[in-house]
Structure formats: C-alpha cells, structure tokens
C-alpha cells in the first residue's frame, strides 16, 4: 500500500512503517511515513485493524440488547458511550430520566473521564520518555476500576447506563469512599503538576510542538480537550446542559499558551491535567446533591413495546470530547441504523495535514497529546 | 443570535429557490431533530453558503452518515452541522440514487469531510466526486462490497480466513455421550 501512496522515488526519502504494533500508538494503529532523516515530509494513518462493525451490530440487536456492544467503542471510558446510546433511545422515545439515575450517571461519567485522562496523561509523559508517572497514574486509575466495580461489578466494560436510568444503586458507604478518594488525589494532582506538568525539562520537551489554531482545530473537528486546549471554550455540558450538568458548578479550561504557543502538545496535556480538577469539584458536589433524590428511583418510564420510529441524534462530551450517536428507528425491535461519531476519528484526520515538516519523535508526542484510542477511531 | 431549524430552511429557500431546499420534517413524534433536503448537486453551494453567511456561520460539521433505504431504492446521507460562534445546529439530507450513489464532495468547506468521507464511501459505496484521497479507510483494500447496506452478505472466507466458525463437534468428529439414560 505505501507504494501508493508515495510514487515518487526520491533517493535520500525513505518510507517508515510505524506501527500497527508499537509502544506510542495506543492501540492497534499504523503510520506510513515518508521522512527525509529525521524530518517528516508526510505521514499518512491507515486505521482499520480494530474496526469490529459495532454499527452493524446495532442493526441486529434490540435497543437494550445494544447495551453492551456500546462499551467496546472507546473501551477507555466506556461510560461515555453507553449514555450516549441511552440518550438517544431516550431522546427518541421521549423518555424522562429520574433525578436520581441523572446523578449516578454524573457521578460515574466523571470518574471514568478522571481514569481516562489518567491514562491520557501517563501514556503521553512515558511516550516522551517519563516512565514513572504511567505507574504512578495506573494505582489512580486502578482506585476508580475498583469504585466502578463496587457500583457496577465491572472494572473496564461497564454496561452500567439503561435507557431510561442505570442498572444498580449506589451501594452503601459507597459515597463515602469515594469521597476518601477524592481527597487522597486531589493533593496528588497537585503533586504531579509540580512534578511533571510545569517541569522545565517537560516545557521544553513540549512546549510550541505541533501548534495547531483554533481555526484549524474547529475546520478539521477536532472535539473536546484537543478544541479546548487550541483556545475554544466550548464544552458540551456547559452549551448543551444535558443531565443535571447545569445544576453543578465547574470552570471549562482551555490553553492559554503559558509556555508557547495556543494549541501546542504542552496545552493539551494542561488542559487534561486541569479537566481532571473539574471533574473531581463535580463528583464532591454530585455525590453531596444526590441525597435529595429518592433512594432507588433509578430507571424512568419505558414504554411496554420499545419498537419506536424516527431518528434522534444524541450529544456527550466524553474523554475524547464531543461523543454523538444518531439513532433511526423504523417500528421495529432493532434500530435501523445505530452511528456513532466520535473524537479520535476526527482527531486522526488531521494527522495527515499537520505532519509535513514535524520531527519523527514530535509525531509520537503529538499523536499522544491527541489521546487517540484506536477502538474508537475503527469503531 | 440562534436560529431555528425552520428558519434556517425558510432562510435557504429563499436564497437557492425551491427545486434546491425543500422537504421540511419536523413532526415532533418522529423528527426529534428536524432535517429538509438538499438537492445532491447542489449541496456544495448550499454547505459554502452555511459556513460563510454570517448568519449562520456554521463551522463545524459534526458527523456524516450514509444510510441505505433499498425499498425506496435509496442511499440518504445525512448531514449534522453546528455552529460554535451562533451555538444552533442543522440536519441536512441528500437523497441519492442506490444504484448510482454519487454527489460532490464537501472537502473544500469543512476539512473534517475528508475522513467522515471516506468512511461513508468505505462502507456504504457512495462516490463523493472531487475527494482528494478516496481509499478504503477502516476494511482492507481489497475488499468486495459495501457492509452498511442491508443487503450486503458476508463472503464464507477472506483470503482463506473463515468468517464463520465451524461446529466443533463436526469438525473435531467429537461422539456425544447418548442422551437416553445409562441401564444398570
């Protein structure tokens, strides 16, 4: 394939495979690059070794039975894509959510964005060449699985979100603990950004790298932390509300350049490391709000026959950032056509745009700063 | 300010005529996100004025998506487009013909086309003319038909890799313990 992509045979430009299997490439995912030394002249992505038809799938399973399936699109914050299929089959059954199952839905979508970008920070700082905080996040990240476990009995794929609510309650003492963890991480975030985030050596490393405007970052859609860090203060569950989001309070940060330019690798790394801060003010306030709400009133009104027609497009602001799932049914059991749109997709688009001139290591740092997950872009 | 989905459509109707915008949907017990048609040939023009207008100034496309009708002999692709500046969104649809799917593409107004693209022409086989680089993007290159559209069948094998799984017990010649209870 990579003859032809690149025809011309120049003598001093070779072409580099990288991946599908290597370190930085978060998942299964393959570059072919043309370089010239060190430089590259083009870098072009080719995806697909994890495309499991998930849509397909859709159109074979019935609106519950779907469930699942929706775990396995962004298997690092799998909660994000199950309530953005319950969104849609409730949007499109015009179903209400009780208060209750809104905030367990808050509560642990915002624990899985705090796991998440865990994951996001450690792997971009040991894809630069810092091993230790991978590890030292993996013990964070490990605390929420176990929460995650408690609530839902699954630590990865967690099938937690019904149409109408969620599955289970929160179990007793739970609150509790995850408050005792939230105050043993918050001190520890502060840590790590006097450690790694505002490092000297860390700065430079990342600092100017790979800038991409916000004009440019809204033109090739980049959604989320990728659009926020490029200086757009745009999140969804500040413009949409969805949920109980309004009733919370929370800042939106975005990359201000403290130490290069907007939208260079180091402000999305920033920008993740402050939405987890966020998150953490939401779940304290989530987890102190939810006590108003009944005990056990967790799943809404279903209708007896969930056979409904029309479409309905549904909206979260996930990890990855502007998760949406358009949902048609035609009065059947199974939807019509199940698609889902999400920010690793589009964030790969741009690779190809922005690689011309990039050294071959800043291509890793960038590709990291993105936190592409390769499932999610195959879907 | 924010406008609505009708009046956007009204907006659009007066400036390409009825022959280019028509088809308004908006019943609320079915369209939950109301969407009008747009001539295929025409949707560049219509998708430029979208963006540049500073009326509307919609400069995020959100998502493409193909979806095929084989009874109305059809392949619709839908388009979901908001605008972060005026914070209102839009649905438009092209209906093309199933047996010829083929319309412009949108590359040139929003870059995020490309890849959305691409991935409707992989799967469901529409021709977007004028795609700088329309590859197959997530099946293999040499793969045969088009796997969103309804009658698409799954061949028994790719290059020799089985895409059904065999019965064990067939295959392995494996003898089950009869059912009928053993006699003392």
């Given at each position: 394939?990579?003859?032809?992509?690149?025809?011309?045979?120049?003598?001093?430009?070779?072409?580099?495979?990288?991946?599908?299997?290597?370190?930085?490439?978060?998942?299964?995912?393959?570059?072919?690059?043309?370089?010239?030394?060190?430089?590259?002249?083009?870098?072009?992505?080719?995806?697909?070794?994890?495309?499991?038809?998930?849509?397909?799938?859709?159109?074979?399973?019935?609106?519950?039975?779907?469930?699942?399936?929706t775990?396995?699109?962004?298997?690092?914050?799998?909660?994000?894509?199950?309530?953005?299929?319950?969104?849609?089959?409730?949007?499109?059954?015009?179903?209400?959510?009780?208060?209750?199952?809104?905030?367990?839905r808050?509560?642990?979508?915002?624990?899985?964005?705090?796991?998440?970008?865990?994951?996001?920070?450690?792997?971009?700082?040991?894809?630069i060449?810092?091993?230790?905080p991978?590890?030292?996040?993996?013990?964070?990240?490990?605390?929420?699985?176990?929460?995650?476990?408690?609530?839902?009995?699954?630590?990865?794929t967690?099938?937690?979100?019904?149409?109408?609510?969620?599955?289970?309650?929160?179990?007793?003492?739970?609150?509790?603990?995850?408050?005792?963890?939230?105050?043993?991480?918050?001190?520890?975030?502060?840590?790590?950004?006097?450690?790694?985030?505002?490092?000297?050596?860390?700065?430079?490393?990342?600092?100017?790298?790979?800038?991409i405007?916000?004009?440019e970052?809204?033109?090739?859609?980049?959604?989320g932390?990728?659009?926020?860090?490029?200086?757009?203060?745009?999140?969804?569950?500040?413009?949409?509300?969805?949920?109980?989001?309004?009733?919370?309070?929370?800042?939106?940060?975005?990359g201000?350049?403290?130490?290069?330019?907007?939208?260079?690798?180091?402000?999305?790394?920033?920008?993740?490391?402050?939405?987890?801060?966020?998150?953490?003010?939401?779940?304290?306030?989530?987890?102190?709000?939810?006590?108003?709400?009944?005990?056990?009133?967790?799943?809404?009104?279903?209708?007896?026959?969930i056979?409904?027609?029309?479409?309905?497009?549904?909206?979260?602001?996930?990890?990855?950032?502007?998760?949406?799932?358009?949902?048609i049914?035609?009065?059947?059991e199974?939807?019509?056509?199940?698609?889902?749109?999400?920010?690793?997709?589009?964030?790969?688009?741009?690779?190809?745009?922005k690689?011309?001139?990039?050294?071959?290591?800043?291509?890793v740092?960038?590709?990291?700063?993105?936190?592409?997950?390769?499932?999610?872009?195959?879907? | 300010?924010?406008?609505?989905?009708?009046?956007?459509?009204?907006?659009?109707?007066?400036?390409?005529?009825?022959?280019?915008?028509?088809?308004?949907?908006?019943?609320?017990?079915?369209?939950?996100?109301?969407?009008?048609?747009?001539?295929?040939?025409?949707?560049?023009?219509?998708?430029?004025?979208?963006?540049?207008?500073?009326?509307?100034?919609?400069?995020?496309?959100?998502?493409?998506?193909?979806?095929?009708?084989?009874?109305?002999?059809?392949?619709?692709?839908?388009?979901?487009?908001?605008?972060?500046?005026?914070?209102?969104?839009?649905?438009?649809?092209?209906?093309?013909?199933?047996?010829?799917?083929a319309?412009?593409?949108?590359?040139?107004?929003?870059?995020?086309?490309?890849?959305?693209?691409?991935?409707?022409?992989d799967?469901?086989?529409?021709l977007?003319?004028?795609?700088?680089?329309?590859?197959?993007?997530?099946?293999?290159d040499?793969?045969?038909?088009?796997p969103?559209?309804?009658?698409?069948?799954?061949?028994?094998?790719?290059?020799?890799?089985?895409?059904?799984r065999?019965?064990?017990?067939?295959?392995?010649?494996?003898?089950?313990?009869?059912?009928?209870?053993?006699?003392?």
């Amino acid at each position: 394939m990579s003859d032809v992509i690149f025809t011309n045979e120049m003598d001093e430009e070779m072409t580099l495979n990288m991946g599908p299997h290597h370190p930085s490439t978060h998942g299964v995912l393959r570059f072919i690059i043309q370089s010239d030394g060190e430089i590259i002249r083009k870098a072009v992505p080719d995806v697909g070794y994890l495309h499991r038809s998930i849509e397909k799938i859709g159109e074979r399973c019935t609106y519950p039975g779907y469930m699942p399936y929706t775990d396995r699109v962004d298997y690092v914050a799998a909660m994000f894509a199950n309530e953005c299929w319950a969104m849609a089959c409730e949007k499109l059954m015009d179903i209400t959510v009780p208060k209750r199952a809104q905030y367990l839905r808050v509560i642990s979508c915002e624990l899985n964005r705090i796991a998440s970008h865990a994951i996001a920070l450690g792997a971009m700082a040991m894809d630069i060449g810092a091993t230790t905080p991978f590890m030292i996040f993996l013990r964070e990240r490990e605390s929420v699985n176990d929460l995650t476990e408690e609530l839902c009995g699954a630590r990865l794929t967690y099938n937690y979100h019904r149409i109408g609510g969620v599955s289970f309650d929160m179990p007793k003492g739970w609150a509790d603990k995850v408050r005792r963890w939230l105050d043993r991480v918050e001190p520890f975030m502060a840590e790590f950004d006097r450690l790694i985030t505002v490092n000297d050596i860390f700065i430079k490393r990342l600092a100017n790298v790979a800038v991409i405007t916000a004009e440019e970052a809204v033109d090739w859609g980049l959604v989320g932390p990728n659009l926020r860090a490029s200086g757009v203060k745009w999140d969804l569950r500040k413009e949409d509300g969805y949920s109980v989001y309004p009733e919370l309070d929370f800042d939106v940060p975005v990359g201000r350049g403290q130490h290069g330019s907007v939208g260079d690798c180091w402000d999305r790394f920033f920008v993740r490391s402050e939405e987890c801060k966020q998150s953490i003010k939401i779940l304290r306030q989530a987890l102190d709000k939810i006590d108003e709400h009944p005990e056990d009133d967790i799943v809404g009104k279903l209708p007896k026959k969930i056979k409904p027609e029309g479409e309905a497009y549904a909206r979260v602001e996930s990890a990855r950032g502007d998760m949406g799932c358009y949902v048609i049914g035609k009065g059947a059991e199974e939807p019509y056509r199940a698609r889902f749109r999400t920010g690793s997709f589009t964030a790969m688009g741009i690779i190809e745009a922005k690689s011309p001139g990039l050294f071959l290591a800043d291509l890793v740092a960038l590709i990291a700063s993105f936190d592409v997950v390769a499932p999610e872009i195959d879907r | 300010m924010a406008m609505t989905p009708e009046a956007i459509f009204k907006r659009l109707q007066e400036k390409f005529g009825t022959e280019t915008v028509f088809d308004f949907h908006a019943d609320p017990k079915k369209d939950k996100d109301p969407w009008f048609q747009v001539a295929p040939w025409e949707i560049e023009t219509v998708c430029e004025h979208l963006r540049s207008e500073p009326d509307f100034a919609f400069n995020y496309l959100e998502c493409i998506t193909g979806v095929d009708y084989p009874d109305d002999h059809k392949i619709h692709v839908v388009y979901h487009v908001y605008s972060y500046p005026k914070k209102h969104r839009v649905v438009l649809k092209c209906l093309l013909d199933r047996e010829d799917p083929a319309m412009p593409t949108l590359v040139n107004v929003w870059s995020t086309a490309n890849w959305q693209e691409r991935e409707c022409f992989d799967l469901l086989g529409v021709l977007f003319e004028g795609h700088p680089d329309l590859r197959r993007l997530l099946m293999p290159d040499d793969w045969e038909g088009y796997p969103l559209r309804k009658d698409f069948e799954e061949k028994e094998d790719y290059h020799g890799i089985p895409t059904v799984r065999p019965n064990p017990i067939e295959l392995f010649k494996i003898t089950l313990p009869s059912k009928e209870p053993a006699k003392a």
